[in-house]
């Protein structure tokens, strides 16, 4: 199904039609080290109308890439619907931990600067990237983060806030 127009996150929401999720990767090493989750659409459209990552590293990336090379879906991830009363199941299925041979077509990586030492007290954060993002159906995506800090070790949390139809 093609979206022509997308309705307002209420809509969604009140039709039981909208969907969240979340998940804390607690050691993504520093000098590169990354972690990567695993986002597939159903036979729905998805509407995406927040993601947000926020890590305590000092410098890191965030980069999606669609249609990764998979061996594995990963561990799967708890999905919550944003109307609780209407008992819909998503069609979308979110992972951690991945396997696959190649990361797929990206989009450009945004940059999430962070700061470290002794009183720095800057988290990193990615939020939304100024609009809604309309994914395709049985698609898969790989979202990424990379640790590009010198100094420590991070916590990376992320946020997903999405409509199906």
């Known amino acids: 199904m093609t979206i022509s127009r997308v309705r307002p996150l209420v809509d969604y929401v009140a039709q039981g039609m909208a969907f969240e999720v979340a998940h804390i990767e607690a050691a993504v090493a520093n000098s590169g080290g990354t972690h990567y989750w695993h986002f597939k659409s159903g036979d729905n459209s998805?509407?995406?109308f927040e993601r947000k990552v926020t890590t305590n590293g000092d410098e890191f990336e965030y980069q999606v890439f669609k249609d990764p090379t998979l061996t594995d879906d990963?561990?799967?991830v708890g999905i919550t619907g944003r109307n609780s009363g209407a008992g819909n199941s998503p069609v979308t299925t979110f992972f951690t931990d991945p396997a696959f041979s190649a990361e797929g077509a990206g989009i450009e990586?945004?940059?999430?600067?962070g700061a470290s030492g002794q009183g720095?007290?800057?988290i990193s954060q990615f939020s939304v990237d100024g609009a809604v993002r309309i994914l395709e159906?049985?698609?898969?995506?790989?979202l990424k983060?990379?640790?590009n800090g010198a100094k420590n070790d991070a916590t990376c949390q992320i946020y997903?806030?999405?409509g199906e139809s």
Not at 109 to 113: D, G, I, R
Not at 137 to 142: A, D, E, H, I, Q
């Open 46 to 48: 998805v509407v995406v």
């Open 74 to 76: 990963g561990t799967p």
């Open 109 to 113: 990586p945004e940059y999430m600067p």
């Open 120 to 122: 720095q007290s800057t």
């Open 137 to 142: 159906p049985n698609t898969s995506y790989l």
């Open 145 to 147: 983060v990379t640790n």
């Open 160 to 162: 997903v806030l999405w």
